[in-house]
Nanobody, 124 residues
Framework: QVQLVESGGGLVQAGGSLRLSCAAS????????MGWFRQALGKEREFVAA????????YSEDSMKGRFTISRDNAKNTVYLQLNSLKPEDTAVYYC?????????????????WGQGTQVTVSS
């Protein structure tokens, strides 16, 4: 079992930055592949980025690429999502997810565990 707790969201002006954190419980964090997703009000949950336990990384192939960076610190049981050059359309609840097997998956159904989410609001 893995419990995930996101933090770092908030209100920021367009062009600003935020760093989201996802702290995981459990002693096997290093063996989990991790992902970030987001869900805007009235829209479906969408993939943002994923990072494998071996260090492989994948990003959503749209405007998020180049502005967002995923990383992990296995010693701290934490995965991060750095958000730069934020736009109002980035406003959403950002979720951290974990899967017990390696793989850079973009489908939410591939993940076994989810955090409660952290709100990111970007004002224009």
């Amino acid at each position: 079992q893995v419990q995930l707790v996101e933090s770092g969201g908030g209100l920021v002006q367009a062009g600003g930055s935020l760093r989201l954190s996802c702290a995981a419980s459990g002693r096997t964090f290093s063996s989990y592949a991790m992902g970030w997703f987001r869900q805007a009000l009235g829209k479906e949950r969408e993939f943002v980025a994923a990072i494998g336990w071996s260090g492989g990384i994948a990003y959503s192939e749209d405007s998020m690429k180049g502005r967002f960076t995923i990383s992990r610190d296995n010693a701290k049981n934490t995965v991060y999502l750095q958000l730069n050059s934020l736009k109002p359309e980035d406003t959403a609840v950002y979720y951290c997810a974990a899967r017990a097997t390696e793989g850079l998956m973009s489908q939410s159904t591939e993940y076994n565990y989810w955090g409660q989410g952290t709100q990111v609001t970007v004002s224009s």
